[in-house]
């Protein structure tokens, strides 16, 4: 009996895979520091929301909308929300799952030791590291008078935040961007 529940409990933990870093999941957007979200955005707040969508659909999103030409599409992208000047960068972010793999690092292991081998050869091919991609959009907003219009001391917070919200889900309800030209 004692041998039947060691050999399950042995199965289980040698072909589990262990969760190193696990990416967020963000239902529907999140205001934070950047910093605090990935390393390499600044300090300032962001505007954060799940891309479900192709790589660079944002940028072509982003680029047919404001009518940019593909000229400055990442930084200073103009608006104006009840009349006011702001301007807007935005940053598609890169958060992938690690998970490690117990199962092929054991066995190669194993397999070393029995064939005498001295090196670190691999039998598996491949690390034991599996990686799954997750994909973020980050908008930053600032204005001539505010450089952070996200911070929660910021007067415009709450309709650049309105504006924001209805520019995420015309983005991620639009396939064809053309569209975008006729509806405002």
Known sequence: MTRTIIAITAFFLFSSCVPVRIAPSIQDYKVMKGRRFKKGL??????IF?????ANQFY???????ELQHQNVY???PFKVDGEQFFFAFYEVNI????L???PA????VVSSALNYDDEHEFISGNHVTRNENWYVALEVYSDLEKDCLNPNSLSKEYVLT???YLKKEYLTTHNYNETLFKN
């Open 106 to 109: 054991i066995f190669n292991s």
């Open 96 to 99: 992938p799952n690690k998970t």
């Open 75 to 77: 930084d200073d992208i």
């Open 60 to 66: 072509n999103y982003v680029n047919t909308k404001f």
């Open 42 to 47: 600044s300090k300032r707040y962001f505007f």
């Open 50 to 54: 799940e891309d479900p969508k192709e």
């Open 163 to 165: 504006y924001l919200r």
């Open 101 to 103: 793999n117990f199962g």
